[in-house]
């Protein structure tokens, strides 16, 4: 279910998505899975935040952090980051962003997930340009889409196109 809330959030069915991931949290619940619990509260977090609900997004990923605390799932965690971050961003809040994405390259480094390693550096960078740091943000657009690319994934060529818009050193 939670996979299935996962496509129809991408396809922008928000109300089906909630349902899903509701529907995936009373089974994780009734299972007693808390790691599945915790997917669950952060996807149901995330649907709320593609619907622009800012603070019902922020108190489920917080709900999800706490169940998660009990379950030894480093790529939980760092999901759980990134996630985060995204609604701290979408928020306004950049630096709780920049220090969740940070917690998220940290995990990621730790367990090697090269997917998740792509993505905090994707995030961090994306953070630091909207905070006008673009020296530091260099090195994380690189490592992004060279990662990206080293694991042939489309998220690559949107970096380039991405940063060839850039008019800032970024974009170099």
């Known amino acids: 279910m939670n996979n299935l809330g996962s496509v129809q959030q ?24 808390q790691c599945a619990v915790a997917y669950a509260l952060n996807n149901i977090g995330n649907t709320h935040r593609r619907a622009g609900r800012l ?35 979408a928020r306004g809040k950049d ?3 920049l220090q969740a994405y940070e917690a998220a390259l940290d995990l990621a ?21 909207i905070k006008g740091d673009h020296e530091r943000a260099i090195p994380h657009w690189d490592a992004a889409e060279a990662e990206f690319a080293a694991l042939d994934l489309p998220d690559a060529a949107e970096i380039r196109d991405k940063r060839a818009a850039l008019t800032c050193t970024c974009g170099q």
């Open 95 to 97: 630096e709780e962003a």
């Open 10 to 33: 991408k396809l922008g069915l928000l109300d089906d998505a909630l349902a899903s991931h509701t529907e995936a949290y009373r089974y994780a619940t009734e299972a007693d899975d």
């Open 109 to 129: 480094d730790s367990t090697g997930n090269r997917d998740h390693q792509a993505r905090a550096h994707r995030d961090i960078a994306e953070t630091l340009h």
């Open 55 to 89: 603070a019902d997004a922020a108190r489920f990923h917080d709900r999800a952090k706490e169940v998660a605390v009990t379950v030894p799932d480093a790529d939980l965690r760092t999901q759980l980051f990134l996630d985060r971050g995204a609604t701290a961003r």
